[in-house]
């Protein structure tokens, strides 16, 4: 209620818009309206400008999405979720580092869960969110992707400092899992939200048993930890487990996503399939293209963006995190930097174009400015340029363009492609270049 005069309001929530229209009744005019952006200031270095307006629009809106999700600490969206969430924040920390050559906010973001309170969940368990958590329930999964995102930070930075900050947590975690291992030193029953992704490979009768995209992300996560804290036991078991995967979760042609007890007590295959479940299987390194040639040639020509109406019907399509992700992930390893161009075009040039950000889902269904989504910046600046965010390689699409890419000591990693010649230098000054 405000007396008659001039006045100045700001809201307090934080919202998202890309259009703003004021609707005003009785005496009421507005002078003037607008939006105060609360978005990461650390961008401004990373620059580019590429020829083809398609793969510029989904850089561009992979930056902006980055900056809303990146103010203070990761998060999964800034109005519905502007909260630190697990999983995610394990590719938006590969973006920060691609945008800025540092990761500030994902050491704030594993400061957090390094001090986090924890009462409430199960011993050994962390929140699934945080500091935001309701404690209402728990992503077992996410626990997972902790341990993945710390070892990550550890090997892209070279430090020990959150790795050793998280060492409580992590055992604990592990513990935590230990206690719901079967014979097969697979974990089974798993309690809480057992999360595959946003597609039918989430469904109840999937994710039950022992359900096997979650056992493939468990032996990495016993890698990880083997390697971080010199664990050979654990390392030992990620191999064992993930050969348990490939005898009981294989049919012949795909992996099956969960094996349940008969009437005999025995596991046995549900039979149900997903696409994403294949994905797991090859980005966790149960599968190789080398040990399942025919699986991987499979998902690789006859799934994805290409996939065409009402093939195999009985593999469930996948959505954008994880399996969309990390398909293109595969392609990025194989070097296949056409195939990764087209694929990001198919995928995520409506998104560029309807919002100017990039989604939670394959469709605007859901959150349309999604922090996890920025990672596609790293396949475009691979596909054009051969910069993986950590080395150069020797493939790239050859479209004209040229970036500026900031490292971790503070230079510019500078990349211009004209005429199909690729030209590398570095700046030390800690300036923007203009390109």
């Not at 957090?112 to 962390?126: E, I, Q, R």
């Not at 592990?174 to 719901?180: A, D, G, S, T």
């Not at 009402?310 to 996948?318: E, K, L």
Request: hydrophobic share 40%; glycine share 8%.
């Amino acid at each position: 209620r405000l007396a008659a005069g001039e006045h100045r309001l700001l809201a307090f929530e934080p919202y998202t818009m890309r259009y703003l229209k004021a609707v005003c009744f009785g005496g009421i005019r507005v002078m003037r309206c607008g939006v105060t952006l609360f978005e990461n200031p650390d961008t401004g270095r990373f620059r580019f400008r590429v020829e083809d307006g398609r793969y510029a629009a989904i850089l561009d809106a992979a930056v902006s999405t980055f900056r809303q999700n990146a103010v203070d600490l990761l998060t999964d969206c800034p109005s519905r979720e502007r909260a630190g969430w697990l999983s995610d924040s394990y590719f938006s920390s590969v973006a920060e580092r691609l945008f800025t050559g540092k990761n500030r906010a994902e050491d704030a973001f594993l400061e957090n869960y390094a001090l986090a309170d924890k009462s409430g969940l199960p011993c050994g368990m962390v929140p699934m969110c945080y500091p935001a958590d309701s404690y209402a329930g728990y992503i077992p999964n996410w626990a997972m992707w902790y341990i993945l995102e710390v070892y990550k930070n550890y090997k892209v930075s070279g430090s020990r400092r959150n790795a050793d900050a998280a060492r409580g947590n992590i055992l604990g975690i592990v513990q935590y899992f230990l206690r719901k291992e079967n014979e097969e030193e697979l974990l089974e029953d798993l309690e809480g939200w057992v999360f595959v992704e946003w597609s039918a490979a989430n469904d109840a009768e999937r994710v039950c048993g022992v359900n096997f995209p979650s056992n493939m992300c468990w032996a990495k996560c016993l890698e990880c930890v083997g390697e971080l804290y010199g664990d050979g036991a654990l390392t030992a078991k990620a191999e064992r487990v993930r050969a348990a995967v490939r005898r009981l979760a294989y049919n012949g042609a795909f992996f099956v996503d969960n094996c349940v007890r008969g009437e005999d007590g025995a596991l046995r295959q549900t039979g149900l399939l997903s696409e994403v479940c294949q994905y797991y299987a090859f980005w966790f390194g149960v599968a190789s293209p080398e040990t399942y040639p025919a699986l991987y040639a499979e998902m690789r020509e006859r799934f994805g963006a290409a996939r065409a109406e009402g093939y195999r019907p009985d593999v469930a399509p996948c959505n954008a995190m994880y399996g969309i992700y990390m398909r293109l992930d595969l392609f990025l390893r194989e070097g296949d930097a056409a195939r990764l161009a087209k694929e990001c075009a198919a995928y995520f040039s409506a998104m560029a174009r309807e919002t100017g950000t990039l989604w939670e889902y394959d469709k605007p269904c859901a959150s349309c400015v999604h922090g996890f989504a920025s990672y596609a910046a790293r396949w475009l600046v691979f596909a054009l340029t051969g910069w993986d965010g950590e080395r150069l390689h020797d493939v790239f699409l050859g479209t004209d363009c040229a970036f500026s890419l900031p490292q971790a000591d503070g230079s510019l990693l500078l990349i211009e492609v004209k005429d199909g010649q690729r030209s590398v230098s570095e700046r030390k000054k800690a300036v923007a270049c203009n390109l």
